[in-house]
């Protein structure tokens, strides 16, 4: 800020300004001439005026546009550059802002040139100093750091020059301007605390101030109000001051009057409301009011008629050095205009709606807040909608406040914004001001910032810049300039429809305004395609020049339609455009959308002229069709489009135009019998195309008959009827009109029966439904059903369903109440012996859907349903049966019918279920069911076991043995009871069946005959059998492993024992048999071999598995003996097994033995104890009398084991009386401590411990420090329990009743022994309770601990973290508590608040 101004001229001076662009200056591009000799002040001075800007209108209160190029600032956003030089666009266009499309160049910046050299040359020439503050009125005030003050007026001539560089050495720099209403007066601050007051008329020094406000501080703000005797000051010391200017017998005078002391919080800007001219009468401006911000929160306060605070105001949350700003406005909002205060410290800004009350109070009303991410540094209104800031990174945003939108960024660095942060740290009086004032100050730049009249004035280190809103021309022209015509067309749109934002210029009639932006947007458009074709690449591809069209016309022709100009579009602009092939192809193109759309519904006579040979010519016939069908019948040349449609197949456009142009609604119709008729009658199969031409055929004529236009709208209404007429006439004609004499009568008819019957008939019972009380429709309706009935009936060329379809469309027609149609009821008896044919197998499904369908429709259809139900069954038409006998309700039938049709086999199960389960059928109709049902079952089952067992278990449940006593095939009756008898989930899983024990046995043998690798799994699952039959049902057929689980689950383990034990010596003789079997076979078949003795094996595995397991769950409840029983035969069996192994695989087979038998001895060693089975070993004869080699194995696997035990116990034990020690002798440290009385009295009877010398009293100590007579706690009853005196337990009795009154429950044991006395831990009583005295029960008893042994145990427990290993060990000791009673108590598992349990007293048994 303080940097010395650069003296060498004012050209490199002004240079180094750098506002134009973001590169440097171009001197020729901006010509620039050279300056030889640098111009002095004066000369500047006396420079023609007319040459200089004006900064103020008289009407507009906008800055004057006259010579604006030679001086307008650029700006970084889209089309904001006002010069013409093309290479200058082209490098403007690289830095194009995507966001700025919608609103372009709001805002137009401008070097105030003239001051800005005025303020340079000042600085050099007359060493005036750095410009420090500025403020604008009817004129602008600059000041400087040297104390003086520039005043310009509006063509930025130096008027005055106030001060001098001695009053500038006195007071410091100019801190802070103010200029009254009228530009009479101006108001400084200086740095040093000084203010003066000049007269603007003729520059005189009218008073100097220096006792306005405590000295040492400098001025940050000073204001005049809307009462020019009135001002207001705020200093750096946070403080706000009252100026009261008089003026009495000629003497000036000034009196100052404290607002705001700084010492209730820092003040550090503040703004008087000033009401414009227009506003000088609102009843507000009588208060004068005053908003201060102060670094924490907004005051509004009224300096008239009196003081007083009208608001106060905190702010959010936010950054310590942000700038508080304020800003006044006043805004229209609901028909009357008031004064609103945008403020802000951070990022948001708040806005306070201020309105008087009829009462005279003031209101302030909280608007919506506007959140910016920046820190906002300046805060201006620009108008009553529009807000200026500047953030901290020195970003201008330009934001909308009603819609919060920002419209334009700007980036002042050039402007080398001032900051006042000197004089908010008070340099110039020794920066005696607080660190929060300091931190504010550092982003300060309060008096670089001037508004007024819709300008804002910005002051820079070098120049002064001034911002105003662009009127809506100049921003559309700024775009223009640049060639952004959509952008310009899309912002004119928004002008014209009044949705564009901070528009200026634009007032009055929304009629009046609209016709002057829509003759402006005409005129950007006839720009835009000049500036299109000027523009388009004359060589190169095509597709790249039809893409640079794509870009223009779709615009031209949107805009046109918006504005309601086609004859514009199509008569200057596509004039224009034909001079160019690809952009008139291009336009024509782009015309489908808009007439698909219905946005253009006519075209000119040439224009639809080059439509149809530009589409015709490339072969566009599908979009050509589109347009001609929206498009108005008038435009076209009916002849020539006949003809193109009928040469490209366009049938759609041609019914329309027979149908729109001509009311000819029958000539379409022969045109498209023409073409699909032929193939029809010489029984060709259709072509793709001519089946989509004879669905458009049927559609047409449904539209016909319904009175709606094809392909879109509706037949004018009086010819609706005709249209239905002529339409009839033409299909019951007899003959085509250029028929020959081979065709059939009714061809029309024929042909759409033969395309389509179902779908032609469906379009007359439409049509029909609208016949009511018309006679002549509804002769014409009988004429098409009896010509309808001649040409099928008897025509072998029909299928049955055609003639099917026919009959029941008929009986339909003939069911309706107000039926009028007149049919022989001998053909439907006709049509039905044709369906019910029974020779004929073809279209068995086909008729017989058909002929139920007629029956369904019902009404006149009365067959003689004798003579129907023959012939059905005669057919075969199970579903026509059903049908019949559902209407006799005789349901059982139903089910023979199910049965015999092979379609709907499984659906029986599902009719039975529903019949039997709903509501509607009675007793006796269900009970005939039933017993069809079990007649069938046999056949149901073969069906599906599992539906039939569903149906068994919901309808039959009592019915079971009779259905098994009629299923003869076991294999049958497996699967049926396998199904009955699997768990079931839901509403039926609990269903009882009679005698379910018998089924459970039944399956079981069953099951032993067909699937016996299911069975253990069922015996496992199944809880209804009795175990002794089942036992004997798997002994009958051997399934040894089932029989073991049986006789295990009854408690046998011995039995099971012997029937496992069995099979696994049968399966180690099949072993010892194989391996023998190997060496008589060693040449031949050896590698089946092998892979038999490998199954082999693998079933002695399995086999012995399943014996160890069996042998692991008996242990545990057996005694020595009794698993000496079980453990030694199955070893005995291993090793007599190995003794036996012979031949070539013996290695092999004598190996895995081995390690089977030494897997026997591991799970033994569990249970048996070692010299136990080594005595065994050695009893047995064959290892009796062998060398000890042949055991040595056995006996070194045992001893390792024993070795690995003893390792494991010796360990534990060691652990586990270290723990103890070391735990026991920490516990012992606590529990000898000393205690020590925190008085010398009782602290019952409160007196003195030892009462009389002579007496021995005995006293008690409690760890607590309270210490008590023997007697006196007796007599209080502090002891519990009744046992012997010696083992009486104490509590204190102080600590228990206050702990008692603290709770409001009855216990009064405490859980944390503060109260337990030292005796408590020595001695410990025993606890009676009646039960266990008569019970003589021993009891053993907690040792509590006190305060100190609980720390000391805690510290000792967090020594661990963890639980202790002894913890753990005591919960070991406490799972075998039923065996032996040990020492230790048992811990409860996971509880954090153990206690050691130590040995109890000896117990007392009565």
């Given at each position: 800020?303080s940097?010395?101004?650069?003296?060498?001229?004012l050209?490199s001076?002004?240079?180094?300004?750098?506002?134009?662009e973001?590169?440097?200056?171009?001197?020729?591009?901006?010509?620039?001439p050279q300056v030889?000799?640098p111009p002095t002040?004066?000369?500047i001075?006396?420079?023609?005026?007319?040459?200089?800007?004006?900064?103020?209108?008289?009407?507009?209160?906008?800055?004057n546009?006259?010579?604006?190029?030679?001086h307008?600032?650029?700006?970084?956003?889209?089309?904001s550059?006002?010069?013409?030089?093309p290479?200058?666009?082209?490098?403007k266009?690289?830095?194009?802002?995507?966001?700025?499309?919608v609103?372009?160049?709001?805002?137009?910046?401008?070097?105030?040139?003239g001051?800005?050299?005025q303020?340079?040359?000042?600085?050099?020439k007359v060493?005036?100093g750095?410009?420090?503050a500025?403020?604008v009125s009817?004129?602008?005030a600059?000041?400087?750091s040297?104390?003086?003050a520039l005043?310009f007026?509006a063509?930025q001539?130096l008027r005055?020059c106030?001060g001098t560089k001695?009053?500038?050495?006195?007071f410091?720099?100019?801190?802070?301007l103010s200029?009254n209403?009228?530009c009479?007066?101006l108001?400084?601050?200086f740095?040093?605390?000084?203010i003066?007051?000049?007269d603007l008329a003729?520059?005189?020094?009218?008073?100097?101030?220096?006792?306005?406000?405590p000295?040492g501080?400098?001025?940050?703000h000073?204001?005049?109000t809307?009462?020019p005797?009135?001002a207001?000051?705020?200093?750096s010391?946070g403080s706000?001051f009252?100026l009261a200017?008089?003026r009495?017998?000629?003497m000036r005078s000034?009196d100052?009057?404290?607002l705001?002391?700084g010492?209730k919080g820092e003040?550090?800007?503040?703004e008087?409301l000033r009401?414009?001219?227009?506003f000088r009468d609102h009843?507000?401006?009588?208060?004068?009011?005053?908003?201060?911000?102060?670094l924490?929160k907004?005051?509004?306060?009224g300096?008239k008629?009196s003081?007083?605070?009208?608001?106060?105001?905190?702010?959010?949350?936010?950054?310590?050095s942000s700038?508080?700003?304020?800003?006044?406005?006043?805004?229209p909002v609901q028909?009357?205009?008031?004064?609103?205060l945008?403020f802000?410290?951070?990022?948001?800004?708040h806005?306070?709606?201020?309105?008087k009350?009829?009462?005279?109070t003031?209101?302030?009303i909280k608007?919506r807040?506007?959140?910016?991410?920046?820190d906002?540094?300046?805060l201006?209104?620009?108008?009553?909608?529009?807000l200026v800031?500047v953030?901290?990174?020195?970003?201008?945003?330009v934001v909308?406040?009603?819609?919060?939108?920002v419209?334009?960024?700007l980036d002042?660095?050039?402007?080398?914004l001032v900051?006042?942060?000197r004089?908010?740290?008070?340099?110039?009086?020794g920066g005696?001001?607080?660190?929060?004032l300091?931190?504010?100050?550092?982003k300060?730049?309060?008096?670089?910032?001037?508004?007024?009249?819709g300008?804002?004035?910005?002051?820079?280190?070098?120049?002064?810049?001034?911002?105003?809103l662009?009127?809506?021309r100049?921003?559309?022209?700024c775009m223009l300039?640049?060639?952004?015509f959509v952008?310009?067309l899309?912002?004119?749109?928004s002008?014209h429809?009044?949705?564009?934002k901070a528009?200026?210029g634009?007032f009055?009639d929304?009629?009046k305004?609209k016709?002057?932006?829509g003759?402006?947007m005409?005129?950007?458009?006839?720009?835009?395609?000049?500036?299109a074709?000027?523009?388009c690449?004359?060589?190169?591809?095509?597709?790249?020049?039809?893409?640079?069209?794509h870009?223009?016309?779709p615009?031209?022709l949107?805009y046109?339609?918006l504005l309601q100009?086609p004859?514009?579009?199509?008569?200057?602009l596509y004039?224009?455009?034909v001079?160019?092939?690809?952009?008139?192809?291009?336009?024509?193109?782009?015309?489908e959308?808009?007439i698909?759309?219905?946005?253009?519904g006519?075209?000119?006579?040439?224009?639809?002229?080059d439509?149809l040979?530009?589409?015709?010519?490339?072969?566009?016939m599908?979009?050509l069709?589109?347009?001609?069908?929206?498009l108005?019948?008038t435009?076209?040349d009916?002849q020539?489009?006949?003809?193109?449609?009928w040469?490209?197949q366009?049938y759609?456009?041609?019914i329309?135009?027979?149908?729109?142009?001509?009311?000819?609604?029958?000539?379409?119709m022969?045109k498209?019998?023409?073409v699909i008729?032929?193939p029809l009658r010489?029984?060709?199969?259709l072509?793709?195309?001519?089946?989509?031409?004879?669905?458009?055929?049927l559609?047409?004529?449904?539209?016909?008959?319904?009175g709606?236009?094809?392909?879109?709208?509706?037949?004018p209404?009086d010819?609706?009827?005709q249209?239905?007429?002529?339409v009839?006439e033409?299909?019951?004609?007899l003959?085509?009109?250029?028929?020959s004499?081979e065709?059939?009568v009714f061809p029309?008819?024929?042909?759409?029966l033969?395309?389509?019957?179902?779908?032609f008939?469906?379009?007359?019972?439409m049509?029909?439904e609208d016949?009511?009380?018309?006679?002549?429709a509804?002769?014409?309706?009988?004429?098409?059903?009896d010509?309808?009935?001649?040409?099928m009936?008897?025509?072998?060329?029909?299928?049955?369903s055609?003639?099917?379809?026919?009959f029941?469309?008929l009986?339909?027609?003939?069911?309706k109440?107000d039926?009028?149609?007149?049919v022989n009821?001998?053909?439907?008896d006709?049509v039905?012996?044709?369906?019910?044919c029974p020779?004929?197998?073809?279209?068995?499904?086909?008729?017989?859907?058909?002929?139920?369908?007629?029956l369904?429709?019902?009404?006149?259809?009365?067959?003689?349903?004798g003579?129907?139900?023959?012939?059905a069954?005669?057919?075969?038409?199970?579903q026509?049966?059903?049908?019949?006998y559902?209407?006799?309700h005789?349901y059982d039938r139903?089910i023979?019918?199910y049965?015999?049709?092979?379609l709907r086999?499984?659906?029986i199960?599902n009719?039975?279920?529903n019949l039997l389960s709903?509501?509607?059928y009675?007793?006796?109709e269900?009970q005939?069911?039933r017993?069809?049902?079990?007649?069938?079952?046999?056949?149901?089952?073969?069906?599906?076991p599992s539906?039939s067992?569903?149906?068994?278990v919901?309808?039959f449940?009592?019915?079971?043995?009779?259905?098994i006593?009629?299923?003869?095939?076991d294999?049958?009756?497996?699967?049926?009871l396998s199904?009955?008898?699997?768990?079931?989930?839901?509403?039926?899983?609990?269903?009882?069946?009679?005698?379910?024990h018998?089924l459970?046995e039944?399956?079981?043998?069953?099951?032993?005959?067909?699937a016996?690798?299911?069975?253990?799994?069922?015996?496992q699952?199944s809880?209804?059998?009795?175990?002794?039959e089942a036992i004997?049902?798997t002994?009958?057929?051997?399934h040894?492993?089932?029989?073991?689980?049986?006789l295990?689950?009854?408690?046998d383990?011995?039995?099971?024992?012997a029937?496992?034990?069995?099979?696994?010596?049968?399966?180690?003789?099949?072993?010892?048999a194989?391996?023998?079997?190997?060496v008589?076979e060693?040449?031949g078949?050896g590698?089946?071999?092998?892979?038999?003795?490998e199954s082999?094996?693998?079933?002695?595995k399995?086999s012995?598995?399943d014996?160890?397991?069996?042998c692991h769950?008996?242990?545990?409840?057996?005694?020595?003996?009794?698993r000496?029983v079980?453990?030694?035969?199955?070893l005995?069996?291993?090793?007599?097994?190995q003794k036996?192994?012979?031949?070539s695989?013996?290695?092999?087979?004598?190996?895995?033995l081995?390690e089977?038998t030494?897997?026997?001895l591991?799970?033994?060693s569990?249970?048996?104890?070692?010299?136990?089975?080594i005595?065994?070993?050695?009893?047995?004869?064959?290892?009796g009398?062998?060398?000890?080699?042949?055991?040595?194995g056995?006996?070194l696997?045992?001893?390792?084991t024993?070795n690995?035990?003893?390792?494991l116990?010796?360990?534990t034990?060691?652990l586990?009386?270290?723990?103890?020690?070391?735990?026991l002798?920490?516990l012992?440290?606590?529990?000898?401590?000393?205690?020590h009385?925190r008085q010398?009295?009782?602290n019952?009877?409160?007196q003195?411990y030892?009462?009389?010398?002579?007496s021995?009293?005995?006293?008690?100590?409690?760890?607590?420090?309270h210490?008590y007579?023997?007697?006196?706690?007796q007599?209080k009853?502090?002891?519990?329990?009744?046992a012997?005196?010696?083992?009486q337990?104490?509590?204190c009795y102080?600590?228990?009743?206050?702990?008692?009154?603290?709770?409001s429950g009855?216990?009064?044991?405490t859980?944390?022994?503060?109260t337990?006395?030292?005796?408590?831990?020595?001695?410990?009583s025993?606890?009676?309770?009646a039960?266990?005295?008569?019970n003589?029960?021993?009891?053993?008893?907690e040792?509590?601990l006190d305060?100190?042994q609980?720390?000391?145990?805690?510290?000792?427990?967090?020594?661990y973290?963890?639980?202790?290993?002894?913890?753990?060990l005591s919960e070991?000791?406490h799972?075998h508590?039923?065996?032996k009673?040990?020492?230790?108590m048992?811990?409860?598992?996971g509880?954090?608040?153990f206690?050691l349990?130590l040995?109890p007293?000896?117990?007392l048994e009565?």
């Open positions: 800020m940097e010395s101004p650069d003296a060498r001229s050209l001076a002004s240079s180094q300004l750098n506002l134009m973001v590169d440097a200056i171009d001197d020729k591009e901006f010509d620039i030889d000799t002040l004066e000369s001075l006396n420079e023609l005026e007319d040459e200089e800007e004006p900064f103020v209108l008289e009407d507009t209160c906008v800055l546009t006259d010579n604006m190029d030679a307008s600032c650029d700006t970084s956003s889209l089309a550059s006002d010069s013409g030089d290479a200058h666009l082209k490098r266009r690289r830095t194009v802002d995507p966001n700025a499309t609103h372009g160049s709001v805002v137009r910046h401008s070097l105030l040139k001051i800005s050299a303020i340079v040359s000042a600085a050099d060493d005036a750095l410009p420090t500025i403020t009817g004129v602008i600059v000041g400087t040297h104390g003086l005043v007026d063509n001539a005055l106030l001695a009053t500038g050495a006195e410091g720099a100019v801190s802070a200029i209403h009228d009479s007066r108001l400084c601050g740095a040093k605390g000084q003066t007051m000049w003729n520059g005189k020094l009218l008073r100097s101030i220096n006792d306005a406000h000295p501080t400098a001025i940050l000073v204001k005049f809307d009462d005797t009135l207001v000051c705020n200093d010391g706000v009252e200017f008089r009495v017998m000629g000034c100052s009057r404290c705001f002391s010492s003040v550090c800007c503040i008087p009401a414009p001219p227009d009843p507000i401006t009588h208060y004068s009011l005053l908003a201060m911000a102060s924490t907004i005051l509004v306060i300096l008629p003081l007083k605070v009208w608001m106060t105001f905190p702010y959010t949350k936010s950054d310590p700038v508080p700003q304020l800003a006044w406005q006043f805004v028909k009357t205009v008031n004064p609103i945008a802000c410290k951070g990022d948001t800004v806005f306070l709606l201020v309105k009350e009829e009462t005279g003031i209101h302030v608007q807040q506007l959140h910016l991410s920046c906002i540094i300046s201006s209104w620009i108008n009553s909608r529009t800031l953030d901290s990174h020195e970003k201008l945003q909308d406040r009603p819609s919060q939108e419209l334009e960024t002042l660095e050039q402007v080398q900051y006042n942060s004089h908010f740290k008070s340099l110039a009086t005696n001001v607080s660190q929060a300091a931190l504010v100050g550092e300060a730049c309060y008096q670089s910032v001037s508004s007024y009249a300008q804002i004035v910005y002051l820079g280190t070098k120049s002064a810049h001034i911002m105003a662009r009127t809506w100049e921003r559309l022209d300039k640049q060639e952004h952008e310009a899309s912002l004119a749109w002008f429809e009044g949705t564009a528009v200026v634009l009055g929304p009629v305004r016709g002057v932006v003759d402006k005409v005129e950007i458009l006839f720009q835009f395609a000049e500036h074709l000027k523009k690449p004359e060589q190169g591809k095509i597709q790249v020049m039809e893409q640079h069209f870009d223009v016309v615009v031209l949107d046109c339609l100009r004859d514009l579009l199509f008569n200057q004039a224009r455009l001079e160019n092939t690809v952009a008139k192809g291009v336009f024509l193109e782009s015309l959308s808009y698909v759309a219905d946005r253009l006519h075209l000119t006579t040439p224009i639809m002229r439509l040979a530009h589409y015709q010519g490339n072969g566009m599908d979009s069709e589109r347009c001609i069908v929206h108005d019948v435009s076209l009916i020539k489009v006949v003809q193109v449609c040469e490209n366009l759609d456009a041609m329309y135009i027979f149908n729109s142009g001509m009311n000819d609604y029958i000539t379409p022969e498209l019998f023409a008729g032929p010489e029984g060709r199969s072509t793709d195309e001519e089946v989509v031409m004879g669905n458009k055929l559609v047409y004529i449904s539209c016909c008959l319904a709606r236009a094809y392909p879109l709208g509706d037949i209404e010819l609706v009827v249209v239905k007429n002529q009839f033409f299909l019951i004609r003959h085509s009109a250029d028929s004499e065709e059939e029309f008819i024929r042909t759409l033969h395309f389509d019957t179902r779908e008939l469906n379009v007359l019972a049509t029909f016949f009511k009380n018309d006679k002549q509804l002769e014409y309706q009988q004429r098409i059903v010509i309808l009935l001649q040409v009936v008897e025509n072998p060329d029909f299928t049955p055609q003639v099917g379809g026919l029941t469309f009986a339909r027609q003939l069911a109440a039926n009028t149609l007149f009821r001998k053909l439907f006709q039905l012996e044709f369906l019910c020779d004929d197998d073809s279209r068995h499904t086909e008729r017989q859907q058909v002929l139920l369908e007629l369904q429709v019902g009404g006149v259809v009365q067959f003689n349903e003579r129907l139900l023959a012939l069954e005669k057919a075969k038409f199970y026509i049966c059903e049908f019949l559902e209407k006799k005789l139903i023979d019918c049965l015999r049709d092979p086999k499984g659906e199960f009719y039975i279920h709903m509501p509607g009675s007793p006796e269900k005939t069911v017993v069809k049902v079990l007649q069938h079952i046999q056949m149901l089952v073969t069906l599906d539906k067992a569903d149906l068994v919901f309808h449940a009592e019915e079971v043995q009779q259905i006593s009629e299923l003869q095939n294999q049958l009756l497996f699967k049926f199904c009955l008898l699997e768990p079931r989930e839901g509403h039926h899983s609990g269903t009882i069946l009679p005698l379910e018998e459970h039944l399956l079981l043998d069953l099951m032993s005959r067909f016996p690798k299911q069975l253990l799994s069922f015996l699952t809880q209804h059998y009795r175990l002794e004997q049902i002994k009958k057929y051997h040894n492993e089932a029989t073991a689980y049986l295990e689950k009854k408690g383990f011995q039995g099971a024992f029937v496992l034990l069995e099979t696994l010596k049968d399966k180690l003789s099949l072993l010892t194989e391996s023998d079997g190997g008589e060693e040449n078949g590698n089946e071999e092998e892979g038999g003795s082999t094996l693998t079933r002695v399995d012995l598995n014996i160890i397991v069996l769950r008996s242990s545990q409840n057996l005694y020595q003996q009794q000496e079980l453990w030694f035969p199955l005995e069996t291993m090793m007599a097994s036996l192994v012979k031949g695989n013996a290695k092999h087979t004598f190996e895995v081995k089977l030494m897997k026997v591991n799970c033994m569990s249970f048996i104890s070692l010299p136990a089975i005595q065994r070993i050695l009893q047995d004869p064959v290892y009398k062998g060398k000890l080699a042949e055991i040595q056995l006996i696997g045992m001893l390792d024993f690995y035990e003893q390792t116990l010796e360990t034990t060691s586990l009386n270290h723990d103890l020690h070391w735990s002798a920490h012992r440290a606590a529990v000898t401590r000393g205690l009385p010398d009295h009782c019952i009877c409160l003195q030892k009462r009389r010398h002579d021995a009293e005995e006293i008690i100590v409690f760890s607590c420090g210490l007579h023997f007697q006196c706690l007599q009853d502090c002891g519990r329990g009744f012997s005196e010696l083992q337990r104490w509590s102080k600590c228990s009743s206050s702990s008692q009154r603290g709770r009855p216990s009064t044991e859980k944390r022994g503060r337990t006395s030292l005796a408590q831990t020595r001695v410990t025993v606890h009676h309770d039960g266990a005295e008569a003589g029960k021993k009891l053993f008893v040792a509590t305060l100190q609980e720390q000391s145990w805690d510290q000792l427990r967090c020594l973290r963890g639980p202790s290993r002894l913890s753990i070991l000791s799972c508590s039923n065996e009673t040990g020492l230790l048992s811990a409860q598992p509880t954090e608040s206690q349990k040995s007293p000896p117990l009565e």
